[in-house]
T-cell receptor, first 116, second 112 residues
Framework: EAEVAQSPRYKITEKSQAVAFWCDPI?????LYWYRQILGQGPELLVQ????????DSQLPKDRFSAERLKGVDSTLKIQPAELGDSAMYLC??????????????FGPGTRLLVL | DAKTTQPTSMDCAEGRAANLPCNHS???????VYWYRQIHSQGPQYIIH???NNETNEMASLIITEDRKSSTLILPHATLRDTAVYYC?????????????FGTGTRLTIIP
């Protein structure tokens, strides 16, 4: 069964350092999402891509976070500089095609970030 | 997106049916009810979704009331591996409102 791949699975960094996460969606999935999940809460959408274009980044803290999906396949989420409050699980999800009624998002295993 | 209300936690005996309720009284006509679960330290796992009719798959059944203001997820024979946080989400189907908005979910514990 096809899965969303993410790396690394765990990352420890010091505040003010740069950190990057990588996601490879299920093959053929046009839509890719990045979520952040703080401990004890549900995931919160940071950014949504349709192919290589950003559809929604209204919740992305753009002063320090950036996301790209240059070829419309895999994606990178970057934080620079990292702050203590960025400690969380970063989840990637993908779905086949934007706009299809009731289509399903499939999640990867996540990257757990700890900022010291 | 319509809001959902779920109990914070529930217990269920192993082998019994687990019934997880969800209220979504402000759901609109084109919004779907989705259920995901998240086992500790893993990414959310899709379970099932529905619009109006009851749905069943290999994992669970989804019962939606006729007025669509509430629903119940049923795990027919719960096992220890079903211990997880279960999220009920109401999601639109039009461009721009199809994102998943997670609440805090129900923490289901299966008791041996």
């Amino acid at each position: 069964e096809a899965e969303v791949a993410q790396s690394p699975r765990y990352k420890i960094t010091e505040k003010s350092q740069a950190v990057a996460f990588w996601c490879d969606p299920i093959s053929g999935h046009a839509t890719l999402y990045w979520y952040r999940q703080i401990l004890g809460q549900g995931p919160e959408l940071l950014v949504q891509f349709q192919d290589e274009s950003v559809v929604d980044d209204s919740q992305l803290p753009k002063d320090r976070f950036s996301a790209e999906r240059l070829k419309g396949v895999d994606s990178t989420l970057k934080i620079q500089p990292a702050e203590l409050g960025d400690s969380a699980m970063y989840l990637c999800a993908s779905s086949p095609n934007l706009g299809w009624q009731g289509e399903t998002q499939y999640f990867g295993p996540g990257t757990r970030l700890l900022v010291l | 997106d319509a809001k959902t209300t779920q109990p914070t936690s529930m217990d269920c005996a192993e082998g019994r049916a687990a019934n997880l309720p969800c209220n979504h009284s402000t759901i609109s006509g084109n919004e779907y009810v989705y259920w995901y679960r998240q086992i500790h330290s893993q990414g959310p796992q899709y379970i099932i979704h529905g619009l109006k009719n009851n749905e069943t798959n290999e994992m669970a059944s989804l019962i939606i009331t006729e007025d669509r203001k509430s629903s119940t997820l049923i795990l027919p024979h719960a096992t220890l591996r079903d211990t997880a946080v279960y999220y009920c989400i109401v999601r639109g189907s039009n461009f721009g409102n199809e994102k998943l908005t997670f609440g805090t979910g129900t923490r289901l514990t299966i008791i041996p």
